[in-house]
């Protein structure tokens, strides 16, 4: 933490995007003052150095790209639109200025393209860096929120955009990449890690095309598919060979077959895991394809309980999260 | 953080007060559903081990209390109704699931009194326990909150209950106070650390009653005056001879003038600093009194900048914080 630190939260704030039209009190007071436009949705995620991340390997603006991104991805599941964001950083003490500022970069970055509002934090001294996202979205008009309960027998599961890419880019990074600026670099895979894309607008269309359950992706296909069968009372049949493997996956984990598993249970990859009533299907694969995304039928819901993720070649593969080593304390997941 | 990690969250959930009225979507979903009421009011406030608190001196439970008292008095200096707050638990591994649910309880114990919703929250692994609370709150009718900006020549300066105590408090468990539950021990000035008590009845009393800027003193009374002086482009002159200082203070450093200068300077006592005009001091210090705590007039705003402490015998203290270790990255302080 440097010693002028008030200068240099003036220099974070001068970094950050100008609020959005809600925000009446933006900065610089004992907390924000956000006008309600509907029902909102508030939710925290956080990132910790050494564990969902490493600051050396990531570089400090892609540490704020992910602990923006993975908070809004939240709000893409809830099918919300994004409003504003509220960042802790709890900093330590030798973190220089120019990694703080850099972190603030990156959730500048973000912000700005993702059109959400940084409206209020926190900053303090830490003997590890920490930095936890509180956002808040809103019920667009003509749709509602879509929860994690609500999946019902003959629903079709489905999957937005490709699998495995965030956990191959951790194997990547384990293997030597360093600070990838992924933006210089053009490395698509890192970007799963370096600059993840929260689905905002995919979460908005499948809310408006009647999805009845959706949850993103973040503890792994095998976990969060547990968690709409548990909150919906019912059992999710997925039939692997279909899961859309994202492209470099195989390189990087040597196999097809290592490759799928790597797409049914690594976590991070912030895609949103769906289900929907038949009949709204292929709207709601349009309604995606329109947002940038795809769509891509996975399986199905059944009277039960549970989640049977089928292997290729018969068989079933666990179904459980690569990545345990997250956990929602209540709400926000 | 233990390795059944899931069942653990439930423990936690258990022990966690119903959520209020307004949370549509409370738990177990990515995003919790809050409606809204009014004009909003979010705040950000983490606390970190080693540096916002001892977990070995203040026990679990006074983690949990201290988090979300310290989020809800930025509440309470806009004049805010409590509504929702989202917790962020950074748990290390070696944490007891008896020390995590001491903080649950610790949060609950806090949210029951204060009458606010727990709504939501994350909890990652980290090498050191951070517990950060985002707060929500709301307008309420019948006034609007008050900011930081605002003060006005001739306005009094006034400051609720008492001060230095919980400075006071950190230096008598550095010499030796360990674990105090303070229900059982009754020790009034460590209470000011391990049960602090935010002013949300008198921060809506004073908004009612016309305060023109006010914020809760957190990084000392020195410093946060400073921020109402910039904040309101005036000068606050204040009288040191006039504050109330918290009894005990003087016999924990071993005289008057410490205990007064501690008082001047010491952190996270969130009383409430406020600027009143001097026709409504009467009303504002009645509606204090009726909130069950006290408001002590200690000073005048004038035109200028900066802050005078002016001492009892002449001369001025240097208007700064005791306590730099906390700093806003913006709109939550």
Known sequence: MPSSEFDLIAAINER????GPRVRVPSGDDAAVVEPRAASAVTVDAIVDGVHFMLDSYGPRAVGRKALAA??????A??????????????PEDLSDED?????DGLAETAIREEVTIAGGDLVRSPVLVVSVTAVGYEPGGSRFVTRPG?????LVAVTGE??????????MEMGERRGEPADRGQGILNRQLDPRPRLREGRALAKSGATAMIDISDGLGADATHLADAGECHLEIDLARLPVAPGVAEVVGGDDDALELAASGGEDFELLVTVPREHFAAAAQAVADSGSELTEI???TEGHGVTLRLPGGGELEARGFDQRRGSLSGSG
Chains 1, 2 share one sequence.
Request: glycine share 12%; proline share 6%; charged share 15%.
């Open 16 to 19: 950050l995007p100008a609020p």
């Open 71 to 76: 908070s809004l991805s939240d709000l893409a």
């Open 78 to 91: 809830m099918g919300a639109s994004q409003g504003e964001a509220y960042v802790m950083v709890a900093a």
């Open 100 to 104: 703080l500022l850099g972190i603030a």
């Open 151 to 155: 999946a019902r027998p003959r629903d």
């Open 163 to 172: 699998l495995g890419g965030a956990a191959a880019a951790v194997r990547l």
């Open 299 to 301: 399986g199905y819901v």
